[in-house]
């Protein structure tokens, strides 16, 4: 059974940084593709980040330049790097694994506050 489990979220002030992590279990993270995603109150969830197994990494025009995704292959483990956050970056932020699609039950995810 895939379990994914985020963590790393919390209240920042705008042009703040957070890392988020994403451990995985059931899979291994290396042979697919695994993607961020988030979700702000009242709007549907979108892809933000991802990263395939050979490493390349996509990403939504709001956060291209300011966020990062990246794998640890050792860990098991994904992460993202946010960097200049705005308020607008506020939501729950979940990983999945899959292209463009997410293929197992969603997790609990962490809150992202980006606020002064």
């Known amino acids: 059974q895939v379990q994914l489990v985020e963590s790393g979220g919390g209240l920042v002030q705008p042009g703040g940084s957070l890392r988020l992590s994403c451990a995985a279990s059931?899979?291994?993270?290396?042979?697919?593709?695994t993607g961020w995603y988030r979700q702000a109150p009242g709007n549907e969830r979108e892809l933000v980040a991802t990263?395939?197994?050979?490493?390349?990494?996509t990403y939504v025009g709001s956060v291209r330049g300011r966020f990062t995704i990246s794998r640890d292959n050792a860990k098991n483990m994904v992460y993202l790097q946010m960097n200049s956050l705005k308020a607008e970056d506020t939501a729950v932020y979940y990983c999945?694994?899959?292209?463009?699609?997410?293929?197992?039950?969603w997790g609990q995810g962490t809150q992202v506050t980006v606020s002064s």
């Open positions: 999945n694994v899959g292209s463009g699609i997410a293929l197992y039950s």
């Open positions: 059931g899979i291994i993270l290396s042979i697919t593709s």
């Open positions: 990263i395939t197994s050979g490493g390349r990494s």
